[in-house]
């Protein structure tokens, strides 16, 4: 029998989704699971995009461009302009989804072997996206009890070797939800422009931000416009995470040129998928706006509810729908498990997803669980309310 390759061996399981047979048993079983492992909302996909493709009159679904249509570059370059992020036409390559822009982009930047630097906790798939490009990725680690504030910049600069050839954010951040202030980018900047590195961007979850808080995106940054790769994606955004359209934006020409050649090797991104998303920016400010206010409560139903549960820690995030809480258990997987297999609250229990799969370094995050507030305010009462239970029943409880 043929062996495998070490990539295929090396490709880490999602901890968002290897739980889903227990979940899955969970339901056969009868029992409701409330599902706050995975970043799915609820909340409706604009009309606008629904209504381009209800109202598709074309005979035959063509290739795109590589770089995709340039109708919808057009469109997008303007839409960042409009929000102060001086982006043009050309900077913009649309993606199948942000997951192709961040391989393609770290494939085009990065040598086999070469190493990116990602405070972690990060975005589990990063480590998979890593794995693709043949990088190893070295953590520096941010920690609950200050929110996952960006950590110190001489324990960044302290993991640059020769052979470090990027650092990777999102912002506001996935699984953290938190928010880089100006400083701590600014901080960023600094090191990048240093040591000539990489700065790539994961900012899917822009329009999400809290409490007044703005976000500083990574293209205003003065003095590194060579250096800045961004990530974008229309599933959070407009709540249409099945059309897989994502955007590599940097406008660093020599590096578009190259990454334009992996997207010729894959054709063109999804032709419907791209219209829906073209037809997307004109969705309405009001939009955001009620969108914004509805996660605003719901993150302080979560996070609130989290912090009234005896041992359970829970920073507010000022952005995303994400939040990292760390419970009274040695092991968050465990209990995660636990709440699928053994455990009931009238019928219901509630499914998380483990935070150690989110971090690199080993041990890290044992106690912490990340959870995605998508699903209505009733839902969400009803999880804390489990999760209440659930400490006050868990055989592997800490005492405090």
């Not at 035959?60 to 997008?76: Q, T, W």
């Not at 470090?164 to 928010?179: H, R, S």
């Amino acid at each position: 029998m043929p062996s495998l390759a070490h990539k295929a061996i090396e490709m880490p399981a999602s901890p968002i989704r290897k739980l889903v047979p227990y979940a899955e048993a969970a339901k056969k079983a009868g029992k409701t699971v409330y599902h706050l492992n995975i970043g799915q909302p609820d909340i409706e996909t604009p009309a606008t995009a629904l209504d381009a493709i209800h109202n598709l009159d074309q005979k035959v679904l063509e290739y795109s461009h590589s770089a995709g249509f340039e109708s919808y570059r057009k469109k997008l370059a303007l839409s960042y302009q409009k929000q102060g992020i001086p982006v043009k036409t050309e900077d913009i390559m649309i993606t199948t989804g942000g997951s192709e822009a961040l391989v393609f982009g770290l494939m085009t930047a990065c040598n086999p072997g070469d190493e990116i630097i990602i405070p972690e906790p990060f975005y589990a798939n990063y480590n998979g996206f890593a794995v693709m490009a043949g990088l190893k990725v070295v953590p520096v680690t941010a920690h609950i009890a200050n929110g996952f504030a960006l950590p110190p910049v001489a324990q960044i600069e302290a993991k640059i070797t020769a052979k470090t050839k990027a650092i990777m954010i999102c912002n506001p951040g996935n699984p953290t939800g938190y928010l880089y202030t100006k400083e701590e980018l600014e901080q960023l900047r600094d090191i990048v422009q240093k040591h000539d590195l990489y700065l790539f961007a994961d900012e899917v979850y822009r329009e999400f931000c809290y409490d007044g808080a703005q976000p500083l995106s990574t293209m205003n940054l003065e003095g590194i416009d060579q250096n800045v790769v961004m990530i974008d994606s229309v599933s959070k955004r407009y709540s249409m995470c099945g059309a897989r359209i994502g955007a590599l934006i940097s406008k660093n020409q020599e590096f578009m040129l190259a990454a334009l050649k992996f997207g010729q090797a894959r054709l063109s991104p999804p032709t419907v998928d791209q219209i829906a998303a073209e037809a997307a920016l004109d969705t309405p400010q009001s939009y955001f706006e009620e969108v914004v206010a509805e996660y605003v409560a719901r993150r302080n139903i979560m996070v609130d509810g989290l912090n009234s549960i005896p041992g359970v820690f829970c920073p507010k995030p000022s952005g995303a729908f994400y939040c990292l809480a760390q419970f009274p258990v040695a092991n968050a997987e465990h209990f995660c498990q636990w709440l699928l297999e053994e455990f009931e609250f009238e019928g219901q229990t509630v499914m998380m997803a483990p935070a150690n799969g989110f971090y690199a370094t080993p041990g890290a995050g044992l106690q912490e669980a990340r959870i995605a507030y998508v699903l209505n305010q009733e839902h969400l009462k009803a999880a804390v309310a489990c999760l209440r239970v659930a400490l006050e029943q868990y055989p592997g409880k800490l005492s405090n």
